[in-house]
């Protein structure tokens, strides 16, 4: 099993910065990337960014590029999401999660994540 928590939600303004983070535990020497979502009330969770936990290649949603930058720190164990210019449309849970799949085009797709996190809110006002 793996624990996954996230830290680091909370409420600002539109154009501010929020840092998430993720902290990992458990078995998780299997994991093969770590990926962050996200889910607006009324809406399906959806990809927001991931990492390769083994070569540190990153990926992004189109609507995140150019703000958002995910990062991971081996030796603690965990990600992070670096969130800029944030806009109200960004407002949601955000998921971390893990997962144990090897082809790297299954990173975007929630369904192969097998460990995820309780999430943490993220409000952004207008």
């Known amino acids: 099993q793996v624990q996954l928590v996230e830290s680091g939600g909370g409420l600002v303004q539109a154009g501010g910065s929020l840092r998430l983070s993720c902290a990992a535990s458990g078995r998780t020497f299997s994991r093969t990337a770590m990926g962050w979502f996200r889910q607006a009330p009324g809406k399906e969770r959806e990809f927001v960014a991931v990492?390769?936990?083994?070569?540190?290649?990153?990926n992004y949603a189109d609507s995140v590029k150019g703000r958002f930058t995910i990062s991971r720190d081996v030796a603690g164990n965990s990600t992070s999401l670096e969130m800029n210019s944030l806009k109200p449309e960004d407002t949601a849970v955000y998921y971390c999660g893990a997962t144990l799949v090897l082809s790297s085009y299954l990173f975007l797709r929630k369904e192969t994540y097998s460990y995820w996190g309780r999430g943490t809110q993220v409000t952004v006002s207008s």
């Open positions: 990492i390769n936990w083994n070569d540190g290649t990153t």
